[in-house]
Structure formats: structure tokens, C-alpha cells
């Protein structure tokens, strides 16, 4: 029903920037929050920026400061601005969206593949 995909992941030294995007389609009129997960290495994969519809945000609290989500409903699409990157924050970064489908009265997670962010000196 929706379909995301990311781009913008790389290699970048400590300290460095970095821009995450992620572009939905199909049923875009029906998503209401977007976000970006991350799973590092040995971790399981957590949440580390949402926005809902109305552009409210939520950050995990050690990118609090670096990171910056934002969204396009013109253009359906999202993007994380990262920077002052740190090593930690190496892992696949995937995007996310809660599609509302109102003939279930229910909402359910569509994932991205992921694009793989890589913070080495």
C-alpha cells in the first residue's frame, strides 16, 4: 500500500554531517507519522526521530541536538539532517510510516530497506 525508500547513507569521519532521505508512494494520503529507526551493530533497532502529521517531533536523547527531522507532504518525503555524527551512531537506518487504513480502523508500520550509515576515523 505504501512503499519507502531511502537514500543518503554513507561513510563519514567523527564530527562530520550527513542528510537521510526517505521518499513514500502509494497510499501517501493515508500515512500519518513518519520516522527514522536505526540497528546498530549487536542492538536491536530503535527508534530515532519521528514527526507526525502535524509536525510534531520526538528525538532519541543522544541525538538530541544533531539530528533534525523534517517533512514534505507535498512531496511525500522526509529527510534527517545529521550532524556532529558520532561512531556510536553507525547502523542501518530505516524509514518508517504508520499507514491509518480506515477499513480496518487500524494502523500498521511500513518499512523501508534501510540505508547503511557508517561513522569510522
Known amino acids: 500500500q505504501v512503499q519507502l525508500v531511502e537514500s543518503g547513507g554513507g561513510v563519514v569521519q567523527p564530527g562530520g554531517s550527513l542528510k537521510l532521505s526517505c521518499a513514500a508512494s502509494g497510499a501517501t494520503e493515508q500515512i500519518s507519522s513518519m520516522g527514522w529507526y536505526r540497528q546498530s551493530p549487536g542492538k536491536e533497532r530503535e527508534a530515532v526521530a519521528i514527526?507526525?502529521?502535524?509536525?510534531?517531533?520526538n528525538y532519541k536523547r543522544s541525538v538530541m541536538g544533531r539530528f533534525t527531522i523534517s517533512r514534505d507532504d507535498v512531496k511525500n518525503t522526509i529527510s534527517l539532517q545529521m550532524n556532529n555524527l558520532k561512531l556510536e551512531d553507525t547502523g542501518v537506518y530505516f524509514c518508517?510510516?504508520?499507514?491509518?487504513?480506515?477499513?480496518?480502523?487500524?494502523?500498521?508500520?511500513?518499512w523501508g530497506k534501510g540505508t547503511l550509515v557508517t561513522v569510522s576515523s
Open positions: 514527526i507526525t502529521q502535524g509536525g510534531r517531533t
Open positions: 518508517y510510516a504508520v499507514v491509518w487504513e480506515v477499513v480496518h480502523g487500524t494502523g500498521v508500520n511500513s
